[in-house]
């Protein structure tokens, strides 16, 4: 049995990982991404703005 406690925290952490991945993959692109657009061009041009002073 001892190689049933070995396996399963690596198991779970693979199948943990898998959920992570697919979370991240499924948030790009689709309605997000403008939102993340204008979010990423307002940083820029407050960074640009900050840097002009």
Same mark, same amino acid.
């Given at each position: 049995m001892q190689y049933v406690s070995a396996i399963v925290p690596p198991l779970v952490m693979?199948? =943990?990982? =898998?959920?992570?991945v697919r979370a991240i993959i499924r948030s790009q692109g689709g309605a997000q991404k403008a939102k993340e657009d204008v979010a990423a061009d307002a940083l820029a041009a407050a960074a640009q703005a900050e840097s002009a002073k």
């Open positions: 693979a199948i =943990g990982f =898998g959920f992570l």
